[in-house]
């Protein structure tokens, strides 16, 4: 069983920032990369950056040169700092992992999502 716990949502007004994480906890192998999604009301999940076991990162055309993606290995844990925010970064955010659950056998995995709320 893997679970994936994200935290820090919330209110923020346009131009603040926030931070979120995202702990991943259970029986696995190893993890092959994490990454951050999100859905807006009434639109589909969009991909807002990965990163790789190799500290490799990929980033939305959107939020690229306001958030950052960092993972720290040894406590399997996510972060995912926003700066600048817009009302359009507004959504459900959503912390994803790719791993394996044993030498062979590897899946994705999401967490329950945490709210993002940015007033204008």
């Known amino acids: 069983q893997v679970h994936l716990v994200e935290s820090g949502g919330g209110l923020v007004q346009a131009g603040g920032s926030l931070g979120l994480s995202c702990a991943a906890s259970?029986?696995?192998?190893?993890?092959?990369?994490m990454g951050w999604e999100r859905q807006a009301p009434g639109k589909e999940r969009e991909l807002v950056a990965t990163?790789?076991?190799?500290?490799?990162?990929n980033y939305a055309d959107s939020v690229k040169d306001r958030f950052r993606i960092t993972r720290d290995n040894a406590m399997n844990t996510l972060y995912l700092q926003m700066n600048n925010l817009k009302p359009e970064d507004t959504a459900v955010y959503y912390c994803?992992?790719?791993?394996?659950?044993?030498?062979?056998?590897?899946?994705?995995?999401w967490g329950q999502g945490t709210q993002v709320t940015v007033s204008s």
């Open positions: 994803n992992a790719r791993l394996y659950s044993d030498q062979r056998t590897w899946g994705d995995y």
């Open positions: 259970g029986n696995f192998f190893r993890i092959i990369a």
């Open positions: 990163i790789n076991a190799g500290g490799g990162r």
